[in-house]
């Protein structure tokens, strides 16, 4: 049986509607011990890396051998709250053939999320592509993406970064095969759609020469054009070199790069950092005792901490693995020294000319027995940094995943003893990554072994240091007329507003939120319960919601709930069915303004009439239909409901058993 035009045009509303309010629980699983599973249906995911959405959400990339053993790179993207935007085994990020690998990758100031990787197509020369993505998982610049380098030479590394003007600046490294030989640092731009500025296989060259080169990055500058830099070598040490190149590919350094690091000693690696319209670097010497230094370099290749940079610590032992993250003109640096066969996290602050704010051999992040080291460093987006690292104890052979809050004056604003995001125990972990959550707090992902399987996890912590967000238990019902809300919250903090808002499902599928009230914090108590009286000015569906507001202006918007509100009123109200999805029956209440007849039909997914309940004269006011039926199979139908000329679609969903 087929609906008439009008009931189908109010059905497919319906059907947008119901989306729209669908997968509202979070994911986050509030137990260290065992966090969420990101991920289903790996084989063994290496070079997993995780992008923060701008969102609150989360990109995580990773390399597998899923399909004929050949390497490919997937990617998922989840929402704030831990909802997986698509396939949860992942998506390909492109169709073209050929073994994909070494893949990196950023997001824009929007939230897209760009890709570039290695391309080995048998019979064809060496090439790199590049694809942009969006949160529902779709492919924006093509199925196989850009091929923005094709070379004959040998690509031995490369990196990429984008502007804020959206363009694309990608470095990469060349060189003649075999170990000798000229080698070559390469360009290519991009505009904001994908458009290359030059050929695929025209060489834009950086710099060349024939001595030893790797280790590439790229870094936008404010304006139009990047930092490059790399390791090249002389006489057997590497030395830490950059150049400059606007987007007309014209360089202001002349015709030598700068030597960011001292030529007599070897840097093993280094990161980078983009500091205003400067560059922050921090760098690891080789050597039996390993130093770590960093510099500032201007946009004119000015080095503003000296030859060589400055020294970031003087404390016995080797200093390891610098990360940094940058404040406005504030440098927070931590590192893992090493000494007497001890590993210990260590976090500094400097100001802009390089200077020690902290007291000189910077602050323990924890003191424990057992190694700390793998850390990650972020800005929590609200003035702190939240640094997450692998702390193994005497105990175990592998270590457990940590994380602390510091503020700017170097305080602790979590457990002293720090936070367990990981604690499965005994297992191995890798591949940790860290992303704010936009709203004080992180989500870590990374790479755990259980019962022999290789998986991506992830866990997520609030702004408070729990796992669980603050509001608990949030609920409404039906009370003398009214509607009373309630919940519990936990952890809160003492400048809390909680302001709770109404919607009602409507014909135009517009999503219209209104205040109801507000409620203080209670902060006498660890756990409080809070309660709130709403006289709605409509009937039907109605949605609410909490949104607290903090003192530092920011909101975070906690979960919905849905009561059917049917009072006196002067037209028919039918709400959702309750409970829905449902497995063997569900109450339809509706409310008649006067008497009348009701019948009530239901369609499976085709449209196809299945089960009508035949007319029956109902008196004015509240009523409920109980509907039953043991032999639906699983999944969507709709019902109709009629009463006089007054006909309603709505969507209901039957759960397996």
Known sequence: MTL??????????FILLFLSFTNLEAQWVNNPAANTKLVVGQNDPVNIIALDDKSGGVFVFW??????????????????????????DGKTVSSSPGIKEHSLALTDNEGSAYVLWKCKIPGE???????????????????RGLKVVQSELEIVDYSFDIGDDGLLFISYLVREPGFTGNYQINYRFLDKNGKSLN?????????????????TSVVADFEDGAFFFWLENFSGRSVLRSYFIDSSGATKWGLEPVNISNINKSVLSYN????????????????????????LITRNGNLLWGTGGSKVNAANGSQLNPQAAIIDSTIYLTWTNEFKNIKDLLIQKFDKNGKALWKKE?????????????????PDQKGNVIVAWIDRNIDSVFGNIHVQKINSQGNFLWDSLSVELGSSYNTQKSYLNLIPDGIGGAIAIFKEKREGKNEIFAQKIFKSGTYASQILAFSAENFEGKVKLSWYSANEFPDIIYQVERTVQSDTGLVD???VGTSEVNTDRSVNYYELLDLPDTNGTLYYRIVQKDGDQSETVYDLVKINFLESANTIVVAQNSP????????????LPEDEDVTLELFDSKIELIKEIPRQKYSAGRHEIVFKDEKLHPGIYFYRFKAGKHIEVKKMVVSPK
Request: hydrophobic residues 35%; without cysteine; proline residues 2%.
């Open 199 to 215: 050929k695929i296989d025209e060489e834009l060259i950086v710099y060349n020469s024939n001595d030893r080169k790797s280790k």
């Open 362 to 378: 910077g602050r323990h992040i924890i003191k424990s027995e057992g190694d700390q080291f793998g850390q990650k460093i972020i």
């Open 513 to 515: 939120w209104r205040v």
């Open 63 to 88: 390399e597998d051998k899923k399909l004929n053993d050949a390497n490919d790179i997937y990617f998922i993207h989840a929402n704030q709250k831990g909802e997986v935007s698509f396939r949860a």
């Open 580 to 591: 829905n999805p449902f497995t063997d029956s569900t109450v339809i209440s509706f409310y």
């Open 272 to 295: 980078v950092n983009r500091f205003g319209n400067s560059v922050y670097l921090s760098f690891q010497y080789q050597g039996q005792i390993k130093e770590i230094y960093h510099q």
């Open 4 to 13: 008439k035009s009008p009931v189908t045009i109010l059905l497919t509303f």
């Open 125 to 143: 020369p060496n090439s790199l592509f590049v694809q942009k993505l969006s949160g529902n998982g779709l492919r924006l610049w093509g199925d």
